[in-house]
Structure formats: C-alpha cells, structure tokens
C-alpha cells in the first residue's frame, strides 16, 4: 500500500541542473533513511544520495559538490537537486525510503519506479 513516485527527470544539456522529487504515499507510519540510486545502461544501481529524517546526508563521490539532497518530512518527499551535470550522470534515478507502516512492524525498504535523466553533451 506504501508507494513511492518519482518525477523530475528529463533531457538536459550538460551543465545544466534538474530538480528530481519522490513523494511516499499510503499507509506510512514512520519514514527512516530515504535516497537516491541510479543506474546506467549496462552497469549495476549504485549509491547516489542519502539523508536521514534528521538531516544527515552521504553523496557518492562521483556527485559531492554538485548533487544536494533534501526532504521535506511533513510531506514525505525527498528531493535531488543536480546541478553541472555531464553525460555521465545519465541514468534511471530511483528513489528509496526504509518505511514503517504501523508502531508494531519492523522497517523495510520500498523502491520507486524510477525517472530517466538523459544528459547530452
């Protein structure tokens, strides 16, 4: 009943920024962890950004000084702001989020569709 939807993606030129966004909806209790992973035609998901429901973030070192993540708690959304990005950013963005749907289960992790950012040169 948890569901996590994407949006933000699209065609940009490198160099250019996006605003990518994931919002969580349905049955949520609690929210933990949520994050950005992306993956790359033919390559394996990898890290991009996470950050705690207290604000504490970790970026991939392929982003650091280019990728801020955010989350606005009340609206169960966590943002991605990617600015001078490259072609190397291009990928499919897939947001998650470790959820508790009520006080007595435990977390687990939940997976959004993803978004496809294609980054031309």
């Known amino acids: 009943q948890v569901q996590l939807v994407e949006s933000g993606g699209g065609l940009v030129q490198a160099g250019g920024s996006l605003r990518l966004s994931c919002a969580a909806s349905?049955?949520?209790?609690?929210?933990?962890?949520m994050g950005w992973y992306r993956q790359a035609p033919g390559k394996q998901r990898e890290l991009v950004a996470v950050i705690t429901s207290g604000g504490i973030t970790n970026y991939a070192d392929s982003v650091k000084g280019r990728f801020t993540i955010s989350r606005d708690n009340a609206k169960n959304t966590v943002y991605l702001q990617m600015n001078s990005l490259k072609p190397e950013d291009t990928a499919v963005y897939y947001c998650?989020?470790?959820?508790?749907?009520?006080?007595?289960?435990?977390?687990?992790?939940?997976w959004g569709k993803g978004t496809l950012v294609t980054v031309s040169s």
């Open positions: 998650n989020a470790d959820i508790r749907i009520s006080s007595w289960v435990n977390w687990k992790d939940y």
């Open positions: 349905g049955r949520i209790f609690s929210i933990n962890v």
